[in-house]
Nanobody, 123 residues
């Protein structure tokens, strides 16, 4: 079956960096656009970033532009989210997701989800 496994979360001070990874199995990875979403306590799940199957097209939500970078390695079936200049408001559970076809920012349009990894940014 399809599995998406996130790793790399943790506790970091404001201004610090983290790199999230998401390893996929059970699907033809290069057929899927990949996305990162996050959900803070009491808030709805929100789009963070997405990348096309080839890696040529990337999309970011405005608050993370210039600070976060999404990338993928199709040979390793892995997508990454490099997060720099972290802020307390970035604190959330981060989820990776797979979407057959093109990039999207709507979470219901994604087909598969990981279990999430906690990112906590202290002030």
């Amino acid at each position: 079956q399809v599995q998406l496994v996130e790793s790399g979360g943790g506790l970091v001070q404001a201004g610090g960096s983290l790199r999230l990874s998401c390893a996929a199995s059970g699907l033809t990875f290069s057929f899927y656009a990949m996305g990162w979403f996050r959900q803070a306590p009491g808030k709805e799940r929100e789009f963070v970033a997405a990348i096309s199957w080839s890696g040529d097209y990337k999309r970011y939500v405005d608050p993370v532009k210039g600070r976060f970078t999404i990338s993928r390695d199709n040979a390793k079936n892995t997508v990454y989210l490099q997060m720099n200049s972290l802020k307390p408001e970035d604190t959330a559970v981060y989820y990776c997701a797979a979407r057959r076809g093109t990039v999207g920012s709507s979470w219901p349009s994604y087909d598969y989800w990981g279990q999430g990894t906690q990112v906590t940014v202290s002030s």
